[in-house]
């Protein structure tokens, strides 16, 4: 089973509509993490939690919402779509222990606000 | 402001024809320096972490270095199957912890 796992894969919806997006890990890491993918643009982060009681914006976090359900768990919402939210999402997970940093990435939400 | 610039944007290489991406980079402080293969569709995987200048890892046909100012991946002798893209990223000192700044990445495409 994959460490990082988000739903859904893909989403089609209307401009107006609110979505969820979800995450969850096995990973056992505390921090977590919600960018989105452009053509042509690096990831951008949207929102990240360091811990259950911790979130805190990103470069790009108009429009968006999270919330930290448990330690595995981190979703994305998008109060009312518009269509430039038109994108790719992934999730992340890093752990604080030791020296490593990297981040670990789920497989990806395709979002189409049409 | 830190930033992170990685060129070619796309390289077209035969298969065992070996080449290099490059990934340079201005931050404030370095806390390191992340490589990351990314295929279509999917999300990044990651590959290597460098901390400091002279830093060398290596992993079946890619390598990357880092000096003080850019990070190179080397491909030895490629195939078809490394076709992806790949993104540099660094970690800088200062500000919160953990915040990646991604470049745009490299579209390694290799041909039979």
């Known amino acids: 089973d994959a460490d990082v796992t988000q739903t859904p894969r893909n989403r089609i919806t209307k401009t107006g509509k609110r979505i969820m997006l979800e995450c969850s890990q096995t990973k056992g890491h505390d921090r977590m993490y919600w960018y989105r993918q452009d053509p042509g643009l690096g990831l951008q982060l949207i929102y990240y939690?360091?811990?259950?009681?911790?979130?805190n914006k990103g470069e790009i976090s108009d429009g968006y919402s999270v919330s930290r359900q448990a330690q595995a768990k981190f979703s994305l919402s998008l109060e009312s779509a518009i269509p430039n939210q038109t994108a790719l999402y992934f999730c992340?997970?890093?752990?604080?222990?030791?020296?490593?940093?990297?981040?670990?990435f789920g497989p990806g939400t395709r979002l189409t606000v049409l | 402001e830190d930033q992170v610039t990685q060129s070619p944007e796309a390289l077209r290489l035969q298969e065992g024809e070996s080449s290099s991406l490059n990934c340079s980079y201005t931050v404030s402080g370095l806390r390191g320096l992340f490589w990351y293969r990314q295929d279509p569709g999917k999300g990044p995987e990651f590959l290597f972490t460098l901390y400091s200048a002279g830093e060398e890892k290596e992993k079946e046909r890619l390598k990357a270095t880092l000096t003080k100012k850019e990070s190179f991946l080397h491909i030895t002798a490629p195939k078809p199957e490394d076709s992806a893209t790949y993104l540099c990223?660094?970690?800088?000192?200062?500000?919160?912890?953990?915040?990646?700044?991604f470049g745009t990445g490299t579209l390694l495409a290799v041909q039979p």
């Open positions: 939690s360091f811990d259950v009681k911790d979130i």
């Open positions: 992340a997970t890093s752990d604080t222990s030791g020296r490593h940093n990297e981040q670990f």
């Open positions: 990223a660094v970690l800088a000192w200062g500000g919160a912890t953990n915040k990646l700044i």
